[in-house]
């Protein structure tokens, strides 16, 4: 198994920022796309964010465009995701995950999952 994990959640005001990290270890993480999902209280889990292994951003929900940034330090085996603007409906459980080469919306397709960061919004 290999660990990814997430760091930077917390409890921030409408509007506000954070920026999640995710760590791996074990595997090339070049190699891998390494992407950000999040699940609301009974809600499915969606993808937010990912990045190809060669550099490409995919945005999945269309909502944080202009808000989320994606990016990632191969150096540090580490992704990020800066959330600025943040909205109570950003509110979620936010995992990253790993996936060879490619980033796919489905979160079933990646093979690499950590074990989240809650991030709380309040209006």
């Known amino acids: 198994q290999v660990p990814l994990v997430e760091s930077g959640g917390g409890s921030v005001q409408a509007g506000g920022s954070l920026r999640l990290s995710c760590t791996a270890s074990?595997?090339?993480?070049?190699?891998?796309?390494m992407g950000w999902f999040r699940q609301a209280p009974e809600k499915e889990r969606e993808g937010v964010l990912c990045?190809?292994?060669?550099?490409?951003?995919?945005t999945f929900t269309s909502s944080v465009k202009g808000r989320f940034t994606v990016s990632r330090d191969n150096a540090k085996n580490t992704l990020y995701l800066q959330m600025n603007g943040l909205k109570p409906e950003d509110t979620a459980m936010y995992y990253c995950?790993?996936?060879?080469?490619?980033?796919?919306?489905?979160?079933?397709?990646?093979?690499?999952w950590g074990q989240g960061t809650q991030v709380t919004v309040s209006s």
């Open positions: 995950a790993a996936r060879y080469r490619d980033c796919s919306g489905s979160p079933n397709r990646y093979a690499y």
């Open positions: 990045m190809w292994s060669n550099g490409d951003i995919t």
């Open positions: 074990g595997l090339t993480f070049d190699d891998y796309a």
